[in-house]
């Protein structure tokens, strides 16, 4: 088992917005988190990287509790976050490790990640953002940093990849495209992945295995079978 979620319940400024939730990732699976707006998919991923603290409940990582692990700490075992906004407030402590480095280029930013610049070129053409490879992160549209943040992330090649609605900003024809490279290349790594979405028809031919989420809750599996 990569990772297990066991009855976690939180609390955000004295509202519970996780119920008691429970949560399993395979080896090398990618999971869906399916589920409405606010019924709390980001949570969830923001809890498993140290961000919030539950309130009850543990989180371990290949059968080792990580439940007192910071998020520096988390990142160090091998998880890693791509938010859904590029712009949470929380992203300035651990830019590097979501999104991108400020203040170098989109190349220089990959190649500190990829040491082959060969290989940084040819993705940096398959994420579609090879013609602004000479452009600060900054300067780049929310859809193009996303596309930035996740190359990034699958490079660093984690354990435990945390995508949070991370097509939100990027057309439909790339995302399919982007989807099937991104598959590939979570399976030939063995990169485990948890992937939220509020629409169930994005996690088709992307995720291996669906959940809903409702209520800070996973709904059960006889409902889940219907989807
Ligand atoms: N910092 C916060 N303080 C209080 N409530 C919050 C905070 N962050 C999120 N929430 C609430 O928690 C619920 C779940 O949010 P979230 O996990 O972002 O949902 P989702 O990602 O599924 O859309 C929402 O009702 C939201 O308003
Ligand atoms: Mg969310």
Partial sequence: MMLLLKDLSLQLNGTKILNGLNLNL??????????????????????????????????????????????????????????????????????????????????????????????????????????????????????????????RMCAFKPKVLLLDEPFGAIDLPSEKKLKKFIRQYLKENRISAIYTTSKSIKTKDFCDRVISIKDGKIKSLRKQEKL
């Fill in 26 to 151: 395979n080896d090398g699976e990618i999971l869906g988190l399916n589920g409405p707006n606010g019924c709390g998919k980001t949570t969830t991923l923001l809890t498993i990287f140290g961000i919030y603290k539950q309130r009850s409940g543990h989180i371990t990582l290949e059968d080792a509790c990580i439940d007192e692990l910071k998020t520096h700490e988390r990142i160090n075992s091998g998880i890693l976050f791509v938010p859904q906004s590029l712009h949470q407030f929380w992203i300035s402590c651990h830019q590097r490790v979501c999104g991108f480095t400020p203040g170098i280029t989109v190349l220089a930013n990959v190649c500190e990640v990829i040491k082959s610049e060969r290989r940084a070129l040819k993705l940096l053409k398959i994420f579609g953002i090879d013609s602004i490879k000479q452009s600060m992160p900054a300067q780049l549209s929310w859809g193009q940093q996303q596309r930035l943040a996740i190359l």
